[in-house]
T-cell receptor, first 111, second 113 residues
């Protein structure tokens, strides 16, 4: 079965610092990969996606992610975090008509 | 405005009392799906539908039913709710003609006592 692992349950960063959220997936072929963000009390919003081609993808709100096939990873990055980035972040995989989500990483931003 | 709507947003019910959570989208999407979100478990797919009259089980279908009689609607039915179905439920829709992006509804907070 497919699986998505987000090893970091919670991360705290200072405003203006860089950010990297980790995501590893388990799937035989190259899956379709996504990062979603969930603000408190809200639904999920797509940040970016990877299907094929350039392994570095750009998303909204200044986020980017890099697909590394050899490591089965799709880590999310942002060079400079803003206080409004505090939220829950989910990595997801689409495979076999289904979506599989990681357990999420909660991001706290301190001034 | 393109959106996915869910009703009700909050529901408290008792064990065994049948309930339906409605989901509707106005984007003509083929794909619709239901998820439950529980602390520490992320989102888990309950059921999905590739198109009208085509539904299939996700990872946690036990205790749930769905139907897709119209393209825009995808109700979630709990025929005999139990306390372990207390959760936050999200409906989502998407089109796979280009992006595979899912659009999520605002969520339904269900409590079963």
């Amino acid at each position: 079965a497919q699986s998505v692992t987000q090893p970091d349950i919670h991360i705290t960063v200072s405003e203006g610092a860089s950010l990297e959220l980790r995501c590893n997936y388990s799937y035989g072929a190259t899956p379709y990969l996504f990062w979603y963000v969930q603000s408190p009390g809200q639904g999920l919003q797509l940040l970016l996606k990877y299907f094929s081609g350039d392994t570095l993808v750009q998303g909204i709100k200044g986020f980017e992610a890099e697909f590394k096939r050899s490591q089965s990873s799709f880590n999310l990055r942002k060079p400079s975090v803003h206080w409004s980035d505090a939220a829950e972040y989910f990595c997801a995989v689409y495979a076999g008509n289904q979506f599989y989500f990681g357990t999420g990483t909660s991001l706290t931003v301190i001034p | 405005e393109a959106q996915v709507t869910q009703n009700p947003r909050y529901l408290i019910t008792v064990t065994g009392k049948k309930l339906t959570v409605t989901c509707s989208q106005n984007m003509n999407h083929e794909y619709m799906s239901w998820y439950r979100q529980d602390p520490g478990l992320g989102l888990r797919q309950i059921y999905y539908s590739m198109n009208v009259e085509v539904t299939d089980k996700g990872d946690v279908p036990e205790g749930y039913k769905v139907s897709r009689k119209e393209k825009r609607n995808f109700p979630l039915i709990l025929e005999s709710p139990s306390p372990n179905q207390t959760s936050l439920y999200f409906c989502a829709s998407g089109t796979f003609q280009s992006s595979y992006e899912q659009y999520f509804g605002p969520g339904t907070r269900l409590t079963v006592t």
